[in-house]
């Protein structure tokens, strides 16, 4: 990737990341066109080539950003640090929904990302997903109180059950034009009740 674009003031980078998210959100990836993205970001198509030198640049590109700011985030809210799973996750939404409002389209571009299957970035993607969920599962098992859940609880399973509910209803809440993030922190916060009552020790 052209370093000039790591010069463009930070304001610049972020109208670029955020039509970047936006256009790939709404698109497959062979019907994004990166004349849409320079157009919402404010600059023209040749400038936009001249920081990325295709578009699979700036796809990964935007895939390793959404990564990095989402740990930068998660860090910041304390999450890594908690022995109380409920209080991460809840620590986790909070970071995310901050996130969302800087990045207003990352959740829904991280969800069709994820479900890309256009063989000149299917398998890049995957194994960067795949590293990054398995980093984040094995730092949070590693935390946890086994003394905590219910007798006989298989935590690896426990965590694996909570994350693809999650992904399930990110990727239906995201098909929905706006971005209710009050309606989205109520029903993760009513799903960590119902968690709670599933494993917790009584």
Same mark, same amino acid.
Request: charged fraction near 30%; hydrophobic fraction near 35%.
């Given at each position: ?27 497959? =990836? ?49 999450? =890594? ?33 994820? =479900? ?15 590293? =990054? ?70």
């Amino acid at each position: 990737m052209n370093e000039k674009f790591f010069a463009l003031p930070e304001e610049k980078q972020q109208r670029i990341i955020n039509a970047g998210y936006r256009v790939f959100s709404q698109n497959s =990836y062979k019907k994004s066109p990166m004349s849409e993205i320079a157009g919402e970001a404010g600059i023209s198509k040749s400038l936009l080539f001249h920081y990325f030198r295709n578009k699979k640049e700036l796809y990964l590109f935007l895939w390793d950003n959404c990564a990095k700011v989402t740990i930068q985030y998660l860090e910041e809210y304390g999450c =890594y640090e908690q022995t109380d799973l409920f209080e991460m996750l809840y620590r986790g939404m909070q970071a995310k929904i901050r996130l969302m409002y800087r990045y207003p389209y990352i959740g829904s571009y991280a969800m069709k990302v994820f =479900y890309e299957r256009d063989p000149e970035v299917c398998t890049e993607i995957q194994e960067r997903y795949k590293k =990054y969920r398995d980093m984040k599962a094995a730092s949070t098992l590693l935390n946890l109180d086994p003394n905590q859940f219910r007798e006989g609880i298989d935590l690896s399973m426990m965590y694996q059950e909570m994350y693809l509910a999650s992904l399930g209803y990110l990727w239906e809440f995201m098909q929905n034009e706006e971005l209710d993030v009050e309606k989205m922190e109520a029903d993760f916060t009513k799903l960590f009740e119902f968690w709670k009552k599933a494993y917790l020790r009584e």
